[in-house]
């Protein structure tokens, strides 16, 4: 009897380690799939997936084999593998998401709206199935529908930061143009023996294909004296995630630079970070100034946090400036308070570019309150004002205070 439990255990025992071998030869085997899936030998991951699924169905194999052949343009062949998986695990989001892509990328957009609105029913907060059929309608040109469903589920569930950025985006492709007057008011402390200076913007942006682009007309009133400046922004798209901006001002007046350019790379990160670096060239009558700068910034929640540098070299040394800025979003990307934290003058603002760029090497202390609201859904308000200090003498800072507003109208 003892002889016999032994064996038992024995034979017990070895069927064990051959299961946990052969599970492990398994998982190892898939891995291979997925590595030749994903280094472009296709074939080689289909011959693996079938030799697994012939030793019984398992959804994780099925979905990497159906995306092999949706990968190479085999779209039906696709369909049969995920129509099997949703057939045997109808919960699976994942196979609604394959669907969704493979009906996306056939350009059959009403039918990959379907797949994302049966994952939306199983879970009404999933930001992944939101953000594609979003997409998916924007590809479609149906602008308004894609600001729709972004901005729906922005007003039921705010923090969304992935989701208030594409809103954003989007809503420019449903108004592609937009009309905008700035207005900025400084005035200074006694000691500096200034009278206040006024500076007026009109600009005109249109969103393309190709990216936005925007013209502006800067008109200044300083030191008694009055100038133009003539501008060009342009954002140009790399891809969904990459995008440049481009700048080329002019102006004849010594109050702003005789050339300024500016050449910048974004990119929207994953986990909601966003990150850039540039370069701004601010050409005057009698030297020229290189800038180097950078952000990195982040969603976290309704909140957005950022941090911008600018490096200036110099014959006097190195000059170092920068921001911390933060906003807290609401139902909207346009409806947010701001604040902004600098120290040095920045060569993107036209506060005081004069004097061939001395004032750029100055050290200033500056706090922004900015407030901007959207109302019916066309015109934008944003007012801010501004507490700053510059430094006349070795330790001796003296005020200076902003007033600041911009109205635009989207059409």
């Not at 069927?15 to 799939?33: H, P, Y």
């Not at 907060?125 to 894609?146: G, P």
């Amino acid at each position: 009897m003892r002889f016999k439990n032994i064996i038992r255990s024995i034979i017990l025992l070895a069927f064990i380690a051959f299961a946990g071998l052969s599970n492990k030869t398994a998982a190892q085997t898939f891995e291979d799939a997925r590595n030749y899936a994903f280094n472009g030998e296709r074939e080689k991951a289909r011959t693996i997936c079938y030799e697994i699924l012939s030793q019984g169905f398992n959804s994780d194999v099925a979905l990497l084999l159906g995306r092999t052949y949706a990968w190479d343009g085999k779209y039906d062949s696709a369909r049969v593998v995920f129509n099997e998986v949703l057939i045997n695990k109808p919960e699976n989001m994942e196979v609604l998401g394959a669907f969704a892509d493979v009906e996306y990328w056939s350009e059959n957009y009403s039918k990959a709206v379907e797949y994302c609105d049966m994952a939306l029913q199983k879970d009404s907060v999933a930001e992944e199935f939101i953000l594609k059929k979003a997409r998916i309608l924007n590809s479609n040109e149906k602008f308004e529908e894609a600001v729709t469903t972004l901005k729906d589920f922005v007003c039921k569930h705010p923090g969304y930061a992935d989701v208030m950025r594409k809103l954003k985006e989007y809503r420019l492709d449903l108004m592609r143009n937009k009309i905008k007057v700035a207005y900025t008011f400084d005035f200074f402390d006694k000691n500096f023996n200034r009278d206040p200076w006024q500076i007026t913007a009109l600009s005109y942006g249109r969103k393309t294909k190709l990216g936005s682009v925007i013209a502006r007309v800067n008109y200044a009133n300083r030191f008694g004296y009055k100038a133009y400046q003539y501008e060009i922004d342009a954002y140009p798209k790399l891809s969904e995630n990459s995008y440049y901006y481009v700048n080329y001002g002019f102006s004849n007046n010594s109050l702003f630079p005789k050339n300024r350019m500016g050449l910048e790379w974004y990119h929207n990160f994953p986990k909601a970070y966003e990150g850039s670096i540039g370069m701004r060239m601010l050409i005057f009558n009698a030297s020229n100034v290189d800038i180097y700068t950078a952000t990195i910034g982040k969603y976290v929640g309704n909140y957005w946090l950022s941090m911008r540098s600018f490096v200036t070299p110099g014959t006097d040394g190195t000059s170092v400036s920068g921001s911390l800025q933060m906003r807290r979003y609401y139902s909207d990307p346009e409806n947010y308070y701001g604040l902004r934290m600098s120290y040095g003058v920045s060569p993107d603002d036209n506060l005081n570019l004069i004097d061939s760029g001395q004032r750029l090497t100055l050290k200033t202390r500056a706090l922004r309150v900015e407030f901007n609201h959207i109302f019916n859904h066309i015109w934008i308000f944003n007012i801010g004002t501004i507490w700053g200090a510059e430094e006349l003498d070795q330790g001796k800072y003296s005020g200076y205070y902003t007033f600041d507003f911009t109205f635009s109208r989207l059409f």
